[in-house]
């Protein structure tokens, strides 16, 4: 994540206290969760009461002036054209003079990320500028957000130097070092899991979860919307025209680049299937966290991979998984991803025991090639002896977040 040191602005940045210790939260990441809308609109309201419809959030400005242009606001049903500026906080607003900088004139609306007192932001001239605090509307905890972030800026990182250095362990050290990044990605996942159930409730939280994988890298924040506005019980009985929902978030939807089997109008009708076959799914996956404790038990610490999955007959679990919960609509590495990163941890959050062993051994999913490959280079990965896990993926990629932030790269 961020340093310090590499910040050239500190009022652009906030040090929160997270999970496990503080961690940076910038202003950029506040600019690009109002873009892409990654927070529950239907409650925006401003600090003076008026009620927030987004038509358009604006251009996204890198440059000098506000930071989205020309955007297309509804306050209060009154339909306004203008600029948006995005700050941590109300006050870097005269922090940063923009009340004297005519470029500033035509902004109408001033989005910030903590709560203030005022109601308003004074524009030039004394000209007031509705505020509306994001913290309260976000649909996940700051932490999660700025975790999201730096995963997404691994994306596209070539792996060569992570080989360069993981070559040079050896296969004793290098085991170590991906079960501790992997200890630590499971429980920072059980943590947002928890504090998602907090926020939510059960069902909600598996409903939450359940969308925003099946969105998968590029359609996230656009599901997480979904689930917002559309509670499980109204997909429940097939009442939901999953053609209209997806009409109706057309320009949020990213599509370019996004493979077809991964198209969010595909995803959708199939979470519709899920739900008209097993409508009470999250019930379902609360009732079969003893089957998964006593085969994460099995598992042990320490096991090779693939005797570990033939103790704890992973294979025809996998299976009645995909049966009894889902009614068998997601299958193959889009339900290991279910699996892996919504129903373990939110049963591990519910206190479930044994569950990080039968993670760490659990099929890869949809895992990089280029990480699974760079595994495979370093004798983690190959051939029946030594299937692709998802635990070591998951080490690997702690790793590099951890190499990244001390580093810068």
Same mark, same amino acid.
């Given at each position: 994540?961020?340093?310090?040191?590499?910040?050239?602005? +500190?009022?652009?940045?906030?040090?929160?206290?997270?999970?496990?210790?503080?961690?940076?939260?910038?202003?950029?990441?506040?600019?690009?969760?109002?873009?892409?809308?990654?927070? #529950?609109? %239907?409650?925006?309201?401003?600090?003076?009461?008026?009620?927030?419809?987004?038509?358009?959030?604006? $251009? /996204?400005?890198?440059? !000098? %002036?506000?930071?989205?242009?020309?955007?297309?606001?509804?306050?209060?049903?009154?339909?306004?054209? !203008?600029?948006?500026?995005?700050?941590? $906080?109300?006050?870097?607003?005269?922090?940063?003079?923009?009340?004297?900088?005519?470029?500033?004139?035509?902004?109408?609306?001033?989005?910030?990320?903590?709560? +203030? #007192?005022?109601?308003?932001?004074?524009?030039?001239?004394?000209?007031?500028?509705?505020?509306?605090?994001?913290?309260?509307?976000?649909?996940? %905890?700051?932490?999660?957000?700025?975790?999201?972030?730096?995963?997404?800026?691994?994306?596209?990182?070539?792996?060569?130097?992570?080989?360069?250095?993981?070559?040079?362990?050896?296969?004793?050290?290098?085991?170590?070092?991906?079960?501790?990044?992997?200890?630590?990605? /499971?429980?920072?996942?059980?943590?947002?899991?928890?504090?998602?159930?907090?926020?939510? !409730?059960?069902?909600? *939280? @598996?409903?939450?979860?359940?969308?925003?994988?099946?969105?998968?890298?590029?359609?996230?924040?656009?599901?997480? =919307?979904?689930?917002?506005?559309?509670?499980?019980?109204?997909?429940?009985?097939?009442?939901?025209?999953? *053609?209209?929902?997806?009409?109706?978030?057309?320009? $949020?939807?990213?599509?370019?680049?996004?493979?077809?089997?991964?198209?969010?109008?595909?995803?959708?009708?199939?979470?519709?299937?899920? +739900?008209?076959?097993?409508?009470?799914?999250?019930?379902?996956?609360?009732?079969?966290?003893?089957?998964?404790?006593?085969?994460?038990?099995?598992? !042990?610490?320490?096991?090779?991979?693939?005797?570990?999955?033939? *103790?704890?007959?992973?294979?025809?679990?996998?299976?009645?998984?995909?049966?009894?919960? @889902?009614?068998?609509? +997601?299958?193959?590495?889009?339900?290991?991803?279910?699996? @892996?990163?919504?129903?373990?941890?939110?049963?591990?959050? @519910?206190?479930?025991?044994?569950?990080?062993?039968? /993670?760490?051994?659990?099929?890869?999913?949809?895992?990089?090639?280029? $990480?699974?490959?760079?595994?495979?280079?370093?004798?983690?990965?190959?051939?029946?002896?030594?299937? =692709?896990?998802?635990? *070591?993926?998951? %080490?690997?990629?702690? /790793?590099?977040?951890?190499?990244? =932030?001390?580093?810068?790269?």
């Amino acid at each position: 994540m961020t340093q310090r040191a590499a910040i050239p602005n +500190v009022s652009a940045v906030a040090e929160v206290q997270g999970l496990y210790g503080p961690f940076f939260f910038s202003e950029m990441l506040l600019q690009q969760i109002w873009d892409r809308r990654d927070f #529950s609109e %239907g409650d925006a309201r401003t600090l003076d009461g008026r009620g927030v419809v987004i038509i358009h959030p604006g $251009r /996204w400005n890198r440059l !000098g %002036g506000p930071d989205f242009q020309n955007a297309r606001l509804r306050l209060d049903g009154q339909e306004i054209t !203008g600029d948006v500026e995005v700050h941590l $906080r109300e006050a870097d607003w005269a922090a940063h003079r923009h009340a004297n900088d005519p470029a500033y004139a035509n902004v109408g609306l001033h989005v910030v990320l903590f709560p +203030v #007192s005022e109601t308003w932001t004074a524009g030039a001239g004394g000209k007031r500028i509705p505020v509306l605090v994001l913290l309260p509307l976000l649909h996940r %905890g700051l932490e999660e957000y700025a975790a999201e972030a730096a995963v997404e800026a691994l994306a596209n990182r070539p792996l060569d130097r992570a080989h360069a250095e993981l070559v040079a362990l050896a296969p004793a050290e290098l085991h170590r070092l991906l079960a501790r990044h992997a200890n630590e990605r /499971w429980n920072q996942k059980v943590g947002f899991a928890r504090e998602r159930i907090r926020r939510l !409730g059960w069902e909600a *939280a @598996c409903h939450h979860a359940a969308l925003e994988i099946l969105g998968y890298r590029f359609n996230r924040a656009p599901m997480l =919307s979904v689930a917002t506005e559309y509670p499980l019980e109204s997909w429940r009985g097939g009442k939901l025209d999953t *053609a209209e929902v997806f009409e109706g978030r057309r320009e $949020r939807w990213a599509l370019q680049g996004v493979r077809p089997l991964n198209h969010p109008r595909l995803r959708l009708r199939q979470y519709a299937a899920w +739900v008209a076959s097993r409508p009470d799914w999250p019930e379902r996956l609360e009732g079969l966290g003893g089957v998964l404790t006593a085969a994460g038990l099995t598992v !042990g610490e320490g096991s090779d991979t693939r005797v570990a999955r033939k *103790a704890a007959e992973l294979t025809s679990l996998r299976e009645r998984l995909a049966g009894e919960l @889902c009614g068998d609509a +997601v299958s193959g590495s889009r339900f290991d991803n279910l699996v @892996c990163d919504g129903f373990l941890p939110l049963l591990a959050a @519910c206190d479930a025991d044994g569950l990080e062993s039968l /993670w760490r051994e659990w099929f890869a999913g949809d895992a990089p090639a280029d $990480r699974v490959k760079l595994l495979r280079r370093l004798d983690v990965f190959g051939g029946v002896a030594k299937p =692709s896990a998802h635990g *070591a993926l998951q %080490g690997l990629l702690g /790793w590099m977040l951890t190499h990244e =932030s001390r580093t810068g790269g």
